[in-house]
């Protein structure tokens, strides 16, 4: 596997569901970040990972919970989510202090019902 | 709050010619400014970065920074049907605990053949 890879590309979920998305990238960065993709609206940024500590909290609702294990691993919790939730996640990594370029995965199309 | 303006389109151009897209933010500061292309269902793939004040070319595609103005835009030359996309500007923002992008909405080019 090369550069960023999302699992699962495609989610559909209830309400009342729990479920994670998995981000992994292979670039040897030391950032990480979940964006949501909404229709007619610009890329929202929700969490970044600075080398496992969580810098940012974009006041994301609390349905929506991150972990990072590692520098190389970037989960998404979703718990009792809404339909105005169902979007595009993107996960992307950079390098800080270098170039920092942020790298995309290929997403994971979110639909909830 | 930092904000990034683009035109959202769609711009139409006939194959061949010269498409120019451009953008605008009103962080007068900021230093480091990004084209991304996003085909439809995709995730965005980086075309360009320029840090400085200029052209920077590279192929088709020609990146230019006029920090003055707060503006930069991305020429693409000898436009292709392949080359019809959404188009992403993104600028780096330095004012939390480390830099993020913020995105604009995007441009959707479309290249007629």
């Known amino acids: 596997e090369t550069g960023v890879t999302q699992t699962p590309r495609h989610l559909v979920m209830g309400m009342t569901n729990k479920k994670s998305l998995k981000c992994e990238q292979h670039l040897g960065h030391n950032a990480m970040y979940w964006y949501k993709q909404s229709a007619k609206k610009p890329l929202e940024l929700m969490f970044v990972?600075?080398?496992?500590?969580?810098?940012e909290n974009n006041s994301v609702p609390s349905r929506f919970s991150p972990e990072c294990p590692n520098s190389s691993h970037l989960f998404l919790h979703l718990h009792t989510l809404q339909p105005e939730d169902s979007a595009l996640y993107l996960c992307a990594s950079s390098q800080v202090g270098i170039q920092e370029t942020q790298y995309f995965g290929p997403g994971t199309r979110l639909l909830v019902l | 709050q930092k904000e990034v303006e683009q035109n959202s389109g769609p711009l139409s151009v006939p194959e061949g010619a010269i498409a120019s897209l451009n953008c605008t933010y009103s962080?007068?500061?900021?230093?480091?400014f990004f084209w991304y292309r996003q085909y439809s269902g995709k995730s965005p793939e980086l075309i360009m970065f320029?840090?400085?004040?200029g052209d920077k070319e590279d192929g088709r595609f020609t990146a230019q920074l006029n920090k003055a103005s707060q503006y930069v835009s991305l020429l693409i030359r000898d436009s292709q049907p392949s080359d019809s996309a959404t188009y992403l500007c993104a600028v780096m923002d330095y004012g939390g605990s480390q830099g993020n992008l913020i995105f604009g909405k995007g441009t959707k080019l479309s290249v007629k053949p």
């Open positions: 320029i840090y400085s004040n």
């Open positions: 962080d007068r500061g900021s230093q480091s």
């Open positions: 990972y600075n080398f496992k500590e969580q810098t």
